[in-house]
């Protein structure tokens, strides 16, 4: 598929979540839904 930012924007946004301890179950989800689509 074709290539997105979504390293870039929802993978920071998980990171830092994860350095302040703060759940993002919604971006993490988007995240692994956009990284499955650009695989195929």
Do not use: H, W
């Not at 930012?5 to 703060?22: F, M, N, P, W, Y």
């Not at 989800?29 to 956009?34: A, D, Q």
């Amino acid at each position: 598929g074709k290539k997105t930012e979504i390293d870039a924007l929802s993978g920071a946004v998980i990171r830092l979540g994860k350095t302040q301890g703060i759940a993002v179950p919604c971006n993490e989800m988007l995240y692994n839904v956009i990284r499955f689509m650009e695989r195929r």
